[in-house]
Antibody, heavy 128, light 106 residues
Framework: QITLKESGPTLVKPTQTLTLTCTFS??????????VGWIRQPPGKALEWLAL???????RYSPSLKSRLTITKDTYRNWVVLSLTSMDPVDTGTYFC????????????????????WGQGILVTVSS | DIQMTQSPSFLSASVGDRVTITCRAS??????LAWYQQKPGKAPTLLIY???TLETGVPSRFSGSGSGTEFTLTISGLQPDDFATYYC????????FGGGTKVEIK
């Protein structure tokens, strides 16, 4: 059974760095074909993809936030850490982590990461 | 960046109705399109991937279609549990979500 849970501060001040941890179970992040991603959602608004790290340590970032984001993994402790620098009130929202599996197109042989299991999310407020 | 445009943003429907939500990509994403359902205060749950493949355990009243830049999610026979917000997501190049469609009871 795959489970993920986000943890970290629920209140940060502007200009500070947010560090969130996604602790997971039911899978290993040592193998290819598996990954953990981060997605956020401002209150009452749409989802926004942030970052992804794979079992092979391939890292991908949202182009609009790339300069502020860092994603890392600890395969022994089964967690993934997301850091977001220079926090601003517009960064307020619920931050989710999610498990990805490799989704194959049997016709072309191509594959891409599919977000299939999500954590419950953590609400982070940015305010002085 | 690939932009995803979802329509309508709000939909009012009755139990038993057939509902269709559209998602348009700013460039071709082949079939790399997923649909999620989200209820208030909860994480999204995966309904459909690769445009038309139903995730295990998802009721067959949900269906998806499309390729390239135009995609649709159809709910045939809306049930009380289906009133929620629905998001499309492209996972062809990095990832992008649509703006969401809130389905409310008429």
């Amino acid at each position: 059974q795959i489970t993920l849970k986000e943890s970290g501060p629920t209140l940060v001040k502007p200009t500070q760095t947010l560090t969130l941890t996604c602790t997971f179970s039911g899978f290993s992040l040592k193998t290819s074909g598996v990954g953990v991603g981060w997605i956020r959602q401002p209150p009452g608004k749409a989802l926004e993809w942030l970052a992804l790290i794979s079992g092979t340590d391939d890292r991908r970032y949202s182009p609009s936030l790339k300069s502020r984001l860092t994603i890392t993994k600890d395969t022994y402790r089964n967690w993934v850490v997301l850091s977001l620098t220079s926090m601003d009130p517009v960064d307020t929202g619920t931050y989710f982590c999610a498990h990805t599996r490799r989704d194959y197109d049997v016709v072309t042989g191509d594959y891409n990461p599919l977000y299939d299991y999500w954590g419950q999310g953590i609400l982070v407020t940015v305010s002085s | 960046d690939i932009q995803m445009t979802q329509s309508p943003s709000f939909l009012s429907a009755s139990v038993g109705d057939r509902v269709t939500i559209t998602c348009r990509a700013s460039q071709s994403i082949s079939v790399w399109l997923a649909w999620y359902q989200q209820k208030p205060g909860k994480a999204p749950t995966l309904l459909i991937y690769q445009s038309s493949t139903l995730e295990t355990g998802v009721p067959s009243r949900f269906s998806g279609s499309g390729s390239g830049t135009e995609f649709t999610l159809t709910i045939s026979g809306l049930q009380p549990d289906d009133f929620a917000t629905y998001y499309c997501q492209q996972y062809y190049s990095f990832s992008t979500f649509g703006g969401g469609t809130k389905v409310e009871i008429k």
